[in-house]
């Protein structure tokens, strides 16, 4: 239902109106626009030290982020932990599709390998063979179950053992040295006290595990075979050892040589209890003890083969790697902490001295734990949980609104919109947030919008409302995903936009339907003006028009607006482009200027997110002391964008592969962005960023 427009008053909003309006009559995407560039902007005035510190909240996410202890972030997951024999802990660290290979020192000091070691996806194993070498197997592309076991050789990666082929079998194992063998799988790889890697290998329809063996200079050799779910731990003299839990019964059995060449494995006498105890590994200088992880308890403690314990110790999650060290006896283990609701919940990495268990609590030896939740209060004794997305809007000198998602800790209520002072001081209103919509500040009024009732919702700014009010309802916020724009131009007057994707899918979130493009107004009586687009056309994989001819606003992700003499209007686009069968390839992001009849078109460089249905950048941000000057945010960091010296990259990292946030003074880290909004003063930014807001003092 289009509601009746409304006679537009003021001059300067008429000039923004006459801005859209002409614009819409240009050719659009990619082209430069008609008129002069703008002058430079002036100097703005000087700013404070540039810098990121923390506002409010407490620090703490997963990442890729070097440091010492707790100033250190890992990765979501950590597969193939293992320890040198001078106590350095290797690792291979997995965060979404992105794979790297870590090193912590003894001093607990973390360092990842430069951008060159970065591994495909599925990557299994991790051991330290006898020369001291971290080997880790790495699937081969386009040669199905096909994997090369490498060594990490400073910056780089070299085959050690793998990759002999044959077309006509492309499903089996073969022994010998270097690329004459084929590996399908490296599970369960230990180094025995023989110097030999001992691993379990199995084809895609093989019935069984083989148990074989991977020799210093790259031989591998088949030994017998292994039930399927065998789990290799070696015993505390070094001998190889299989363990099996399954249908409720549990089997210890170790390696024996019987005679040149032939292997059998030799049942153990245990009471080790079913189903309650994994075994992690030996317990060193022991007689035939095991650290072992009861999941129902959550504890570790040391196992022995007749089922009695000793030594428990409580853990705050599960872990998922274990590694002893030899040196030392002591037993690191990656946990993840258990929070429904947050699958990438950081590592952490916990260092367990083989003595009676300390009556004091563990703590983490490397990276940090989120510190989310709800808690009030100033500077880092609030907490905020931003897992389930967050919102943020502020004007002026005046607070900071932040909404936030469900996310983990609140059980699935709607958490409240929580205020934010210039000074830090955090509080929540009696706003209940609705997930489903924006945030804005227009009229004196808090704005969201429900998406299931196309409706723009608002309660008085001044905190004295305790529910959304319905405001304005119009069939016409109901294109793909609702409104993705709400924000007030320098005039206060209401703008809104949707985007839309085009069908044809692509997988992930892409859209599969259909949708509309519009740009409009909302006047402070509520009425509804759409300005560009049409209602009532329906774009489809079928006719969603090619990138050379797509009106400029067809993909609209968020627009800012300038109160200069002559006003500007800056307008994101993340431009889809589509293969020629019609389904979704790649973003194309653009800034759109708009002054007057002059339109303006600069493409910004694409990011290699690794996740192509996630969009370069998601916000705009500009600053009344800083014309000129616009802000963007990005997967991990904060980008500025002048005529002069094009996109710099602010606060963050240019690799969006999650980091972590390192305060400090520029260029300082942050990690996955959540919003960037106008700071408590003339040259800082808020940002939101691993469940804490920030201050992002500028630079000049």
Not at 109 to 124: C, G, S
Not at 223 to 251: M, N, Q, Y
Not at 418 to 437: D, E, F
Request: net charge neutral; aromatic share 8%.
């Amino acid at each position: 239902m289009k509601q009746p427009s409304e006679t537009v008053a003021s001059a300067l909003t008429r000039r923004h109106f006459a801005l859209w309006m002409t614009a819409s009559g240009l050719t659009a995407c990619g082209g430069g626009g008609s008129g002069e560039a703008p002058a430079p902007a002036p100097a703005p005035s000087a700013p404070g030290p540039s810098s990121v510190s923390l506002l409010a909240g407490g620090l703490g996410g997963s990442g890729f982020l070097a440091g010492t202890g707790t100033q250190a972030r890992l990765p979501w997951k950590l597969i193939g932990p293992a320890f040198t024999s001078q106590g350095h802990l290797w690792f291979t660290g997995e965060h979404l599709d992105v794979q790297r290979i870590g090193k912590v020192s003894p001093d607990g000091a973390l360092t990842y390998r430069t951008p060159e070691t970065e591994l495909p996806a599925f990557v299994t194993g991790g051991v330290v063979d006898v020369q001291d070498r971290y080997l880790v197997a790495i699937p081969v592309a386009g040669l199905g179950p096909v994997r090369v076991i490498c060594t990490v050789q400073g910056d780089s990666l070299e085959i050690l053992a793998g990759l002999a082929t044959d077309p006509t079998q492309p499903d089996v194992m073969q022994d010998g040295k270097g690329r004459s063998a084929r590996i399908c799988q490296f599970d369960s790889p230990v180094l025995a006290g023989d110097g030999m890697v001992y691993f379990l290998d199995r084809t895609f329809l093989g019935p069984h595990e083989m148990l074989r063996t991977l020799a210093p200079d790259g031989t591998v050799t088949s030994l017998l075979p292994a039930p399927v779910g065998s789990r290799l731990v070696l015993s505390p003299t070094g001998a190889v050892r299989k363990f099996i839990d399954a249908a409720g019964h549990v089997e210890w059995a170790e390696l024996a040589n019987t005679a040149p060449g032939v292997y059998a494995w030799n049942l153990l006498p245990s009471n080790w209890p079913s189903g309650s105890a994994v075994p992690l590994a030996p317990v060193k200088g022991s007689a035939d003890r095991y650290w072992g992880y009861d999941a129902a308890a959550k504890t570790v403690a040391h196992y022995a083969l007749d089922g009695t314990r000793q030594n428990a110790r409580q853990l705050p999650g599960a872990p998922e790697a274990a590694a002893a060290n030899p040196a030392t006896g002591q037993i690191a283990l990656s946990i993840r902490r258990d929070l429904p609701g947050a699958p990438l919940f950081p590592a952490e990495l916990y260092l367990l001295d083989p003595s009676p268990a300390p009556t004091a609590p563990l703590s983490a030896w490397v990276g940090l734990p989120d510190q989310l939740g709800h808690a009030d209060g100033v500077g880092d004794a609030a907490r905020f949980d931003f897992t389930g997305g967050a919102h943020a809007v502020s004007e002026g000198s005046g607070p900071l609104f932040v909404a936030v998602g469900a996310g983990t800790t609140y059980g699935g209520a709607a958490p409240p919109v929580r205020t934010v002072a210039p000074s830090g001081q955090v509080a929540s209103t009696a706003l209940p947030y609705r997930r489903t919509g924006l945030l804005a500040i227009a009229y004196g009024y808090l704005l969201t919008c429900d998406r299931s009732t196309n409706t723009v919702l608002r309660t008085p700014k001044n905190g004295s409302g305790t529910v959304w009010e319905p405001w304005v309802q119009s069939s016409i916020f109901a294109g793909y995903g609702g409104l993705q724009v709400l924000r007030p131009d320098t005039t206060g007057l209401l703008w809104f936009a949707t985007r839309t994707l085009p069908a044809g899918g692509g997988g992930g979130s892409n859209p599969t339907g259909e949708g509309t493009s519009l740009i409009g107004t909302i006047s402070a009586t509520g009425q509804v003006q759409v300005l560009l687009g049409d209602p009532q056309q329906v774009y489809s994989a079928a006719n969603y028009p090619p990138l050379a001819q797509r009106p400029w606003y067809l993909d609209i992700t968020d627009i800012a607006f300038e109160g200069t003499a002559s006003p500007v209007s800056w307008v994101l686009c993340n431009r889809t482009v589509l293969t020629s069968q019609g389904e979704f390839e790649r973003y194309a992001p653009e800034l759109v200027r708009l002054e007057g009849a002059t339109r303006q078109a600069f493409a910004l460089p694409g990011l290699d997110i690794h996740r192509r249905e996630l969009m370069p950048y998601q916000q705009l941000c500009v600053l009344p002391s800083r014309p000129g000057q616009v802000f963007l945010s990005g997967p991990c960091g904060v980008y500025r964008w002048t005529v002069a010296k094009d996109l710099e990259l602010v606060a963050g990292q240019a690799d969006p592969t999650p980091g972590g946030v390192r305060l400090g003074s520029l260029p300082a880290s942050l990690n996955l962005v959540k919003f960037i909004s106008p700071g408590p003063d003339a040259n800082s930014l808020y940002v939101g960023s691993e469940n804490s807001v920030l201050r992002l003092n500028l630079p000049a």
